[in-house]
């Protein structure tokens, strides 16, 4: 054994072990490999955020179904361009870019056991970061760019609390079901032209007229509508 460096002359062969091994044979100052490592035993967390650290080749699982809990940073690292599908859970806040990776890696459930903290992305960021089965958020989120209707449905079904859109003067077009869901909850008014695809019902129009203060264009425009006097004026 030795403390001192270790270069490695070829860093591309393929090598399986047992998870302790594997983190074992990369500890310490060593050449960085290429090649792929397999796990021939489960591995913990903190073996796999190892194992990933040490190469940048593919990442082979005894069993990738093993659950895996801890803090988002290494929850990230562990999966990083891996292929994982287990219960997961991030014991502290996690940001955007976290979140994304997460659930780009893992098919599994995520669990977030903190759901409070403010997120700001981009629409397209922060529907990647709630996709799959992940716990309901309740914290506030931003949309720094125009987001598009089926992102905004995404959006708001993730979180039930505020979400501010950066920009609300683009326009937007979609069936009234997902225009509805689009604008629900607590959101930012909108200014841009909404076009609704589709026959609406009196409480769609309602919360599509809510939700915007630019125009409204409805292709479908010959179906009967039935309501209060105060729904149909609004």
Do not use: R
């Amino acid at each position: 054994a030795t403390n001192a460096a270790i270069v490695l002359d070829v860093v591309n062969g393929a090598l399986t072990g047992s998870a302790a091994d594997l983190v074992s044979a990369f500890a310490g100052t060593i050449t960085a490999y290429t090649g792929a490592l397999t796990f021939s035993d489960d591995h913990n967390l903190a073996q796999l955020v190892a194992v990933n650290n040490a190469t940048s080749g593919a990442i082979g699982f005894n069993d990738n179904t093993v659950t895996l809990s801890g803090s988002s940073a290494d929850v990230t690292a562990a999966l990083d361009g891996t292929t994982y599908n287990a219960a997961v859970t991030l014991t502290d806040q996690a940001t955007v870019a976290q979140l994304v990776a997460v659930n780009a890696a893992n098919g599994g459930a995520i669990t977030l056991n903190v759901t409070n903290g403010a997120l700001s992305g981009t629409a397209a960021d922060l529907t990647a970061a709630f996709a799959g089965t992940i716990t309901g958020y309740t914290g506030a989120l931003t949309v720094t760019d125009q987001a598009n209707v089926a992102q905004l449905v995404a959006i708001n079904a993730a979180t039930n609390a505020a979400i501010v859109l950066d920009v609300a003067s683009g326009a937007l077009s979609g069936t009234a079901a997902n225009l509805a869901a689009a604008f629900a909850g607590t959101i930012t008014g909108y200014t841009g032209a909404i076009t609704v695809t589709d026959q609406p019902t009196l409480a769609q129009l309602v919360a599509i007229n809510a939700a915007t203060s630019g125009a409204i264009t409805l292709d479908v425009v010959n179906g009967a509508l039935t309501g209060t006097a105060a729904n149909l004026a609004a």
